[in-house]
Structure formats: C-alpha cells, structure tokens
C-alpha cells in the first residue's frame, strides 16, 4: 500500500495515475465496510462460542483473495477456507496467520501444504494414504492437522458410514496426524422443501462424527452449517459454520437480504454513443437491425472480462444513470452495445452491470445461474478497487 497525502494544489492524482498497475475503464468495485457489516450479521446469528470459518476460495468470490482475508483476520474469523494449496500459499505470503483450510489438496502437495502451515481436508483414502506416505518426510513431533470430510447426502466429496471403521484405524495408527474438525456439506439448505433431507444429513453427520470422536479419544470441531444454515438452522451450529455467500452480500430469501450490503459493484463507462438510422446494424453477424433510428452506446465490458455472451441481444440489461438499457446485438470480447435511445446518456457516463442498485440475482435470473458464478466469473484482468469508510 502507498499512501498518498497532500493538498490538492500539489495533484498527487497524477502519481496515483502513474502508480495504478490496471488502468481498465472496467472495474469491480469492493465495499470492505459491506464486508465487515455482513460479518457482524452473521456472528450475531451464532451461540456463544461457535467459530466462524470464513470462505476465501475462488479468489474470495471474485472479490480478492488477500484483500478480504486482510479484513478478516483484523475482525478476528477464526479460519479462511481456499480451494487448492496455491491459493493458501500466496495468503501465507501475503502476511495471512489465520488457520487456513485447503479443501481439495493435490497429490503430492502435502510437503508444501504443511511447510506453509496450512491444514488439509481429507475426503478420501487416496488423499489420506498420500498424507501418510510423506509422514516420514516431517519432523516427529510435528502434529499434522487435517479436517476430516464426512459424505452425510450430497455424495460430492467426503466418507460414507460403511468406510468409518477403517478410517479410525488409520487415524489411531498415526496419532501424529490431529484432526482439527470433522464436518460435511449440506445440500439444500436453502430450498424449504428439502429441509426434511437436511435433517436427515444433520442426524447422520452427528452419528459419524461421535463415531470418530469415541475412536480417536478427543473431540475435534464439528460443522455443517453454510450461509444459508446459519439463520435457517441454529440448531445445528455445532463448534463452528461456514460463512461463504452470505459475507459477501447475497442472502438466502429476501428477508435476509434487507439486512445484508451489497459488497461487489461492477461498472464500466460509455466509450462511444452513435446515432444510427433504420435498417443499419449493429455488431456481428447483423444480429440487431433498428427499427427506427436509435442510439447505441458502446461499452468496455466483455466476455473476457466476465460479461457472459448471453446477455446480448436483448436479453441482458445495464443501469445507466438510474435507467435500465438493453444489451443488443452480439456481445464481444471485450465490448458491448446498449440501446441508450430512451436514456439521456453521454460518453463517459457510468454504467452498472451489477451492484446495490442492479443486484447481481438479477444478472444470475437473466442467466439462469446463481450469484456464486457471477461474482467468480468476473476475470482477473478487471481492476479491484477497494474501498472503506
């Protein structure tokens, strides 16, 4: 971080200009205080003493791994979950201490994974026979913690009941290796009509786990709850939840929503507007023909930046100056085409592909896809930009 200070006579902008490493006019905006404030709404939904892991992987959701991680480990989660060892290993760099989880470790990283003090999930016996090939390689005394995964329902990753017994003996013949926690996933935990089937994975995951827990002789934290079990599920909040979507401001109905802020906004600006006549065309293949004359404003966003081929001809739209316009024609790789005709719009104006005035459910019903891949589609060459009050 460069802190730039000084009165406005001395236009340090222009050395922040010098400085920005991405000068995209396209940008994801990051509200660190919407983080913080959906943090706190979560941790007032929990009992005394339950943990809070916190969901980092996929670039934290689009919105940046370290920066996110910063900010929550100065509020005091008590683990960061990523998705493969890579991802752990730049937070250590970063200056990231928090216990963080690899939940897909890759064969053979299990020498990297705990150099960098980080702790495994192990779902099967070919990642857990892997571990234990490289015990030799570690000090003896070093305990090696990994998070035991049990498949309660979604059948995904994790072991199934009939496989516990030979997993405790496992675990009992290589006491060196801790388990920190054992948990499992939900599988719709925010569908009301498949509460009786996560009642059903909760009763299940309670039975294995006591049946690891008497085979090991200790008690490791238990967990099921993602976002949507936090407020729906309180009664199975165990040792600790897994707050994923609902941190970054995507609720699991729309009571929850209210209470929630928005965190990511990505916006762009009109690079061009052009008055075209009837019968013209507008971007490949013709796909748009004007009625009647009509402007288009050309924009700096496209699939390579995340802005999904789908939106266009008409199917998507974008909010510019409080007003809604219509994605037309073929969406490029790296522009689109809005009609702007009903809109008083200029070059330069601001335009919203998503935000607290567009939600991203709305792109996500568009698609037909949910917010978790809209946020993680958006690519890693459009500038972050993070913001605090």
């Not at 670039?59 to 991802?87: K, M, P, R």
């Amino acid at each position: 971080c460069i802190l730039l200070k000084g009165a406005r006579v001395f236009e340090f902008e222009k050395i922040d200009k010098l400085l920005q490493q991405k000068t995209h006019e396209t940008i994801m905006e990051i509200n660190l205080d919407g983080i913080i404030h959906n943090l706190n709404y979560f941790k007032s939904q929990l009992r005394p003493n339950v943990k809070l892991m916190a969901m980092v992987k996929a670039f934290s959701y689009g919105s940046g791994s370290y920066e996110i991680g910063n900010v929550l480990q100065f509020h005091n989660v008590d683990y960061l979950t990523v998705a493969y060892t890579d991802e752990g290993i730049a937070l250590r760099k970063a200056g990231i201490v928090l216990p963080i989880v690899i939940m897909n470790p890759e064969l053979g990283n299990f020498s990297h994974i705990i150099s960098h003090n980080l702790e495994a999930e192990i779902y099967s016996f070919r990642i857990l026979h892997n571990l234990i090939q490289e015990i030799p390689n570690f000090d003896t005394q070093q305990e090696i913690p990994i998070h035991i995964k049990i498949d309660s329902g979604m059948h995904r990753l994790g072991f199934l009941e009939h496989e516990l017994p030979e997993l405790t003996a496992l675990l009992k013949k290589y006491p060196q290796i801790k388990v920190k926690s054992i948990f499992s996933h939900l599988a719709g935990s925010d569908n009301t009509e498949l509460d009786y089937f996560t009642k059903e994975q909760a009763a299940r995951f309670e039975k294995m786990s006591a049946s690891i827990q008497e085979a090991v002789g200790y008690k490791p934290l238990l967990h099921i709850l993602n976002s949507a079990g936090i407020s729906r599920f309180p009664q199975y909040q165990f040792d600790m939840v897994r707050l994923g979507l609902g941190l970054y401001g995507v609720g699991w109905s729309e009571q929850e929503q209210q209470k929630l802020k928005n965190v990511n906004t990505l916006k762009t600006v009109i690079s061009q507007i052009k008055t075209i006549p009837k019968g013209e065309s507008v971007g490949y293949n013709r796909n748009f023909m004007a009625v009647s004359e009509a402007r288009i404003a050309t924009i700096p966003i496209g699939y390579a930046d995340g802005f999904n081929r789908k939106l266009g001809n008409g199917k998507g739209k974008v909010l510019i100056n409080g007003q809604l316009a219509s994605v037309i024609g073929n969406v490029c790789m790296d522009m689109s085409f809005v009609d702007v005709t009903h809109i008083t719009a200029h070059e330069n104006d601001e335009v919203i592909i998503f935000g607290e005035d567009y939600p991203v459910q709305n792109l996500a019903q568009i698609l037909d896809t949910i917010p978790y891949e809209i946020f993680t589609g958006v690519s890693q060459r459009v500038k972050r930009v993070y913001y605090q009050e």
